[in-house]
């Protein structure tokens, strides 16, 4: 990827809410908004209705990107997974992030704030087996975190780091499964 620091790239979600909004306010480092927004969001939503934005934009997902094709797989969930394995759609994401690290940026500011607005479904409200609310805490503050330090990788133009960052994401997102998949 070539140098260059990308800026206000969820400004096409100014205007909006919900977790939009939410994915607007991490950009513009108003942590404290962002937390609150994603707490509004997702105030009557199942961790079901959260995590459908994730998926294939023909399956009701956000996709990557603000026009249906620029990432293939055109969902945040797999392009994530295809980031992380070595094949050959690997490299046309890496690709395709190097043409536009804006619109892959933009989807893992969302990434944020979809993991900030889990943290408030934890299925089950003290430990049960191996479900542990403090994990279901751990896992969403993970995701969070490790999409914003993804952002700064692919602003950076450090594709290396961002196969590591979306291989962490995928870890993240499935130890928590693993443990509380059962409960959807």
């Known amino acids: 990827m070539t140098a260059g620091i990308l800026t206000d790239v969820t400004a096409p979600f100014a205007d909006k809410s919900g977790i939009f909004k939410a994915a607007r306010l991490f950009e ?3 942590f404290v908004g962002a937390k609150w927004e994603a707490a509004q969001f997702a105030k009557g ?4 209705d959260l ?3 994730f998926r294939l934009r023909t399956r009701g997902g956000v996709g990557v990107g603000l026009k249906p094709g620029v990432f293939q797989p055109d969902g945040i969930d797999g392009t994530l997974a295809y980031l992380d394995r070595s094949s050959p759609l690997r490299a046309k994401l890496l690709a395709a992030a190097e043409a536009h690290p804006e619109e892959l940026a933009r989807a ?3 990434t944020a704030a979809i993991g900030e607005a889990h943290r408030h479904h934890c299925p089950v409200k003290e430990k049960k087996g191996t479900q ?3 994990d279901w805490e751990r896992w969403s503050v993970a995701l969070r975190d490790t999409a ?5 990788a692919i602003q950076s133009r450090e594709p290396s780091n961002v196969r590591d960052l979306a291989a962490k994401v995928n870890r993240v997102c499935t130890d ?8 959807n």
């Open 45 to 48: 939503k199942s961790v079901e």
């Open 148 to 152: 914003l330090e993804m952002t700064r």
């Open 28 to 30: 513009v480092g108003d």
């Open 51 to 53: 995590a459908a934005h």
């Open 108 to 110: 893992m500011y969302l």
């Open 176 to 183: 928590c499964h693993n443990v509380f998949r059962s409960c």
């Open 132 to 134: 542990d609310p403090k």
